[in-house]
Nanobody, 123 residues
Framework: HVQLVESGGGSVQAGGSLRLSCGPT????????MGWFRRTPGKAAREGIAVMDSDGTTRYAESVKGRFTISQDNAKNTLYLQMNSLKPEDTGVYYC?????????????????WGQGTQVTVS
């Protein structure tokens, strides 16, 4: 049974850091791709910001490259998003997503499983 539950959101000042967690996912390591998405104020669509292929290859949106890091702890079956040097424009609801395919996409339509989201506020 796949269940994605995000945690770690909160309020932080600009320049600060947060680490989001998603898991345990219930997914078998190496058989799925995962990603982090966000919905920022005033935008209806979810934006892909960091994704990971089933082999661990990662890709980032230009807006977060060099500041955010996606990682996975296979033993804990948990996905993480380390967010450093946060900016007010990073404010939004952050979601983790997963799909039983090997190659991750930045397109939210490419994922069957979603968490409920966690709020990140940067002031």
């Amino acid at each position: 049974h796949v269940q994605l539950v995000e945690s770690g959101g909160g309020s932080v000042q600009a320049g600060g850091s947060l680490r989001l967690s998603c898991g345990p996912t219930g997914l078998t390591s190496g058989t799925y791709c995962m990603g982090w998405f966000r919905r920022t104020p005033g935008k209806a669509a979810r934006e892909g910001i960091a994704v990971m292929d089933s082999d661990g290859t990662t890709r980032y949106a230009e807006s977060v490259k060099g500041r955010f890091t996606i990682s996975q702890d296979n033993a804990k079956n948990t996905l993480y998003l380390q967010m450093n040097s946060l900016k007010p424009e990073d404010t939004g609801v952050y979601y983790c997503a997963a799909d039983e395919t090997t190659i991750a996409t930045m397109w939210p339509g490419g994922y069957n499983y979603w968490g409920q989201g966690t709020q990140v506020t940067v002031s």
